[in-house]
């Protein structure tokens, strides 16, 4: 399969068409769609190609999110588009306790095939209302399938993934990461949900992560090759499904994990990692777990201040030198 | 000068500080001295001032992502939001809220929002504190268009109708939400209509008449405070600035906004008639923006001098008892 070099909101847009034309009953609703194609220019050149399937809205994150649900329901399958993840609080209802458990509370008798796109994340000085990272929350919501990406291939193959299934999927991106460039396969694309990747071999260490995380962790990873400590780099990629097998597998060989995320610590997904760990590879480990991630606090908007709560390189490179006893 | 003489001198000298802030802003973020992003109201001063005109220093305010104009006719200190903008400490919120999370406790302003439509049920609580505290307050919502969309719009409106909450609502319907037309999300032409679903008077002005805003919050207000419940508000003004400065606007015609600028401005409009009733003259114009214009450049360079926040304070503030 060839590939070039593209950023993730072409990645997006790619997989869009190709999945819109393969199949008539996707079409995407949200606000502020048509004209910018998307606020991130995510859906660029979709409104023109497909007219009628991006659907601007008025500001009704409620009915946004219930009108992607009634149409799921109904034979279509909506992407519904949430603006800033941050918005998902307007529309916890219709996510939480409508689009999860209908199939369950009535006995499995109809299936869910609806996208929620959750654009998320900080670092743009955007403050508490427009920066947060909110994936535990959805996790802790049974009836939810909950995908973070990183890197622009895997937005290509988890996003055509969550297209083609049939329950409902929170789709997280960091805003940060719509510009970032990588190489993409042409054609199509499948990753299947709840399959992590190991992006890098070592031995000395296990670095878990996903979505923004996985930048700081690439980066620390070059400091720690410095250091003389090969860590081996984990993108978990969906949180549920989550494929623990390969997290297993790579600690049996390392005996050490941290955590990477930028959701803030406490209750985050690190928590659920961590216990899982514990519960299961007691044996294996040779260190605590720890855990890297933001400050409990909201996301605070001038510069300094937000830099400090979120997470950075050098914390990663505390946290893998402290497990590895360097 | 006549009691009237300065109650206009006074709305008009408000309308240019907002309009002059709000220039000011833009610049400052085009060279790149605010972070994040922010949302100008150049162009609706007869809302913001024409509303905050009549309320008394201990009512209540709520505003919106584009609430600076809110802030500053209400009695906002410039230093402190040029500061705040600027994400210095001496910042109205230290530093930690910026352009779309600015409030002053001390004015009555609860706070600017970041969530479209989030100071509805937040009013609603004020409204009905002032009715269980007994007190003749009133309490004003800000609100765009856009946000009259979102459900709790209509929740507030039925619950301060059928308590008769003295609440204000002022919808600012400046023809787009975003980059969308408020004439495509909306069903009705008139947002104001929207109140005889809750029972309560509804009207619509020309937001770009300061004087016409004034009277009609006057009459809302006077109600409220009689115990005789909420009004909804519709200034119609529009939006001159892009949704955020930096927005392409590929939304609109820029023939559009050159339009309104030329013949519907609120300030023009304004001036033309203070000029006519010899209350304002070339010369105290200039004297007005001279003064206003020193008190931005004191704001600026207090804020510029303004020390950055510690890291660690990220920490604070965030428990009464941690
Ligand atoms: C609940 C929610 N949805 C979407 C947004 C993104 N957003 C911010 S401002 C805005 C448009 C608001 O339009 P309007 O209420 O008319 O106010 P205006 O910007 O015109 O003053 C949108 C969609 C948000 N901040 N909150
Ligand atoms: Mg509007």
């Keep these: 399969m060839s590939e070039r070099i593209i950023s993730c909101s072409a990645a997006i847009a790619e997989v869009l068409t190709e999945e819109m034309t393969r199949d008539e009953r996707i079409f995407i609703i949200g ?24 659907i601007d809205t008025p500001i ?63 670092g743009l000085g955007a403050a508490a209302h427009h920066s947060q990272s909110l994936e535990s929350w959805f996790v802790h919501t049974p009836g939810l399938k909950v995908v973070v990406p990183s890197e622009p291939a895997d937005v290509k193959g988890l996003l055509t993934a969550s297209l083609r299934d049939d329950d409902p999927i929170i789709f997280f991106q960091h805003k940060k990461l719509f510009a970032k460039m990588g190489p993409v396969p042409e ?65 049996k060989k390392t005996y050490r994990a941290v955590v990477v995320h930028e959701a803030c610590l406490t209750g985050g997904f690190g928590a659920e990692l961590v216990a899982r760990i514990s519960s299961e590879l007691f044996d294996y480990l040779d260190a605590p777990v720890l855990r890297v991630a933001t400050k409990d606090v909201p996301i605070p908007f001038s510069p300094p201040l937000e830099k400090f709560v979120l997470p950075s390189v050098e914390d990663i490179v505390k946290a893998v030198r402290q497990v590895t006893y360097c | 000068m006549s009691d009237e003489s300065n109650t206009l001198l006074s709305l008009y000298r408000t309308m240019v500080t907002v309009r002059k802030f709000e220039t000011l802003a833009g610049e400052l973020f085009a060279a790149g001295k605010i972070p994040g992003f922010i949302h100008l109201s150049i162009g609706q001063e007869g809302s913001s001032v024409g509303v905050c005109s009549i309320l008394r220093p201990d009512d209540y305010l709520i505003t919106t992502h584009r609430g600076h104009g809110h802030v500053i006719a209400k009695g906002g200190d410039l230093k402190r939001m040029v500061a705040e903008l600027m994400g210095r400490k001496t910042g109205y919120c230290k530093g930690k809220g910026g352009s779309m999370h600015i409030a002053d406790f001390s004015l009555g302003i609860l706070g600017a929002n970041g969530v479209v439509a989030g100071g509805f049920p937040i009013i609603t609580g004020a409204g009905l504190s002032i009715k269980l505290r007994k007190t003749e307050q009133v309490a004003v919502c800000f609100f765009g268009d856009g946000a009259s969309n979102r459900g709790p719009f209509h929740e507030a409106l039925n619950m301060a109708a059928i308590w008769k909450l003295p609440i204000l609502f002022v919808c600012e319907n400046n023809c787009y939400a975003s980059t969308t037309k408020t004439s495509y999300a909306c069903s009705i032409i008139d947002i104001a209509n929207r109140a005889k679903g809750y029972g309560i008077p509804g009207v619509s002005v020309d937001g770009n008449d300061v ?40 939304y609109r015609d820029q023939a559009e906004v050159v339009e309104w600028e030329q013949k519907n401005d609120p300030i023009s409009r304004f001036t033309t008639i203070l000029m006519k009733k010899k209350i304002l003259t070339k010369d105290l114009e200039r004297e007005i923006a001279a003064k206003i214009e020193a008190d931005l450049k004191e704001a600026v360079e207090f804020a510029e001098q303004s020390e950055w926040p510690k890291p660690e304070e990220a920490l604070e503030d965030l428990f009464v008892n941690p």
């Design chain 1, 31 to 54: 606000e502020d769609l048509v004209y910018h194609g998307g606020i991130f220019g995510q859906f660029k050149g979709l409104p023109e190609k497909f007219p009628g399937r991006v």
């Design chain 1, 60 to 122: 009704s994150e409620t009915c946004i999110v219930g009108a992607g649900l009634g149409a799921a329901l109904t034979g279509m399958r909506p992407l519904v588009d949430m603006h800033f993840a941050d918005f998902v609080t307007c529309a916890m209802d219709e996510i939480a306790n409508q689009s999860a458990k209908i199939r369950y509370m009535f006995g499995g008798q109809v299936k869910v095939p609806l996208v929620i796109w959750a654009p998320d994340g900080a």
């Design chain 1, 187 to 251: 054609g199509e694309y499948v990753i299947p949900l709840g399959k992590a990747a190991v992006k890098r071999q070592g031995k000395d260490v296990t670095i878990l992560t996903y979505g923004s995380g996985y930048y700081l962790t690439i980066e620390a990873v070059k400091e720690l090759a410095g250091l003389g400590i090969e860590a081996e780099v984990i993108d978990l990629r969906t949180l549920k499904p989550l494929d623990f097998k390969t997290i297993a597998e790579s600690l």
């Design chain 2, 211 to 250: 004087l016409a805003v004034r009277h009609a919050a006057a009459e809302a207000v006077g109600r409220a405070r009689q115990g005789e419940g909420p009004t909804l508000l519709e200034n119609k003004t529009y939006r001159r600035r892009g949704h955020f400065e930096g927005d392409p606007q590929r």
